[in-house]
């Protein structure tokens, strides 16, 4: 244990540029089940709408502009959800029906699955070109629902 009496306690937000916050935040309902917080939702007027799947705990707040150049300085490389096994299962299979971005722009629907050993992930981008990576560390879940465990 560190002497440092400082500790964050979790990602409160991030920060993601949108052309339209309406829209986006539409696509990530439909994407991750991430909702508009009435509370918050003033703000965006002149600053962010704020989004979240756990009544604010975590949030994103997107904010209207253009995105940033992943290579620009300053500007963020991913954004990692965290999910039980089965959330990942179920976010591989409803690709076909709410489909991700590659970083060329295609639509996919379908993602290559990363076995990271202790964890897999999935890498795709959302319409405006943010990048997003789905994680879980519940491999044998996964390894038994997705892959031929036999």
């Known amino acids: 244990m560190s002497d440092n009496p400082f500790r964050v306690k979790q990602i409160d937000h991030v920060e993601l540029f949108v052309p339209d916050q309406y829209e986006a935040a539409a696509w990530y309902q439909k994407t991750f089940g991430l909702e508009v917080l009435p509370d918050y939702e003033y703000w965006a007027e002149n600053g962010?709408?704020?989004i979240s799947s756990d009544e604010g705990n975590?949030?994103?707040a997107l904010f209207k502009g253009e995105p940033r150049d992943c290579k620009s300085r300053g500007a963020f490389k991913r954004v990692a959800f965290r999910?039980?096994?089965e959330g990942f299962v179920n976010f591989s299979k409803r690709l076909a029906d709410y489909?991700?971005?590659a970083p060329d722009g295609r639509l996919v629907h379908t993602l290559e699955v990363i076995d990271h050993d202790l964890a897999y992930s999935v890498y795709f981008c959302d319409p405006?070109?943010?990048h997003f990576?789905?994680?879980t560390y519940?491999?044998?879940y996964v390894?038994?629902?997705m892959f031929n465990a036999d």
């Open 48 to 50: 962010p709408l704020m």
């Open 58 to 60: 975590t949030m994103l």
């Open 83 to 85: 999910v039980e096994g």
């Open 99 to 101: 489909p991700v971005y």
């Open 128 to 130: 405006y070109g943010n």
């Open 133 to 135: 990576e789905v994680t």
């Open 138 to 140: 519940d491999i044998q």
């Open 143 to 145: 390894q038994s629902r």
